[in-house]
């Protein structure tokens, strides 16, 4: 989908006017999705806007904040969302703004740290976040069920091998009747991709947003671990570890 929101320029910290610039401090970048269909949003940051008119599938940024809190807000027909946001110097983070499991439900906003680490050769690394008005869900890869029970606002991570996987979204439980796919996915080697689950598959709006970034080498042949764990809004949640052919 063409993006329909006007981006203006990323936030950045400034000196006083007059002054020797110090030195640069490092930034954490953050990018904003919009992930409730038929919603159009004005997105702003510490007060100050950075994108208007924003629709379902929109990507906003990678914008640069100063390490430390910030405040996203998200304004528009029916939405009036503010989430409080903590970013680490050269962090990577997604903040999506998106409706909870219950049908009817007001938009919600969940943050996901982008697993930014070094990786190894032929690997891919996936996020799948479930931000869809459903139950619980589990998820298949090439057939197999991989990670179990994901609750609206959770995610799974994974490293798989790179090329094209088939991914599919069912009922908890059932290897049936997916709620969303089977899709084919594409995953280059040495890549992140960050991936959403959106919508109500009972009005016809389930789908998937996902964008792509590059990952540096680390020299390892075989990283394997699948981990599951928790949306960023609700850390301190026990992961359990799977563990993906190889």
Known sequence: ?????ALLLPLLT??????AAGPVKAQANV????AVP???VDVSVDGRSVATGAEVGDILGPFELSPGGHEVTFTGPGVDVASSLDVATGASTDVVLHLP????GDPVVHSYDAPTGAIGPDKARVVLAHTATVAPADVRVNGETVFTNIANGEFAEAEVPAGTHEVALLPSGSTADPILGPLDVALEARTLSMIYAYGNPRDGSMNVIAHTSTLTADGAVRPTTIDT????LARGIAVTPF???G
Do not use: K
């Open 243 to 245: 563990l993906l052919g």
């Open 38 to 40: 038929g919603a159009t």
């Open 1 to 5: 989908m063409a993006a329909s929101s």
């Open 229 to 232: 764990g928790s949306a960023g």
């Open 14 to 19: 400034t000196g006083t006017p007059g002054q």
């Open 101 to 104: 499991a219950e049908v009817g």
């Open 31 to 34: 990018t904003v999705i919009q």
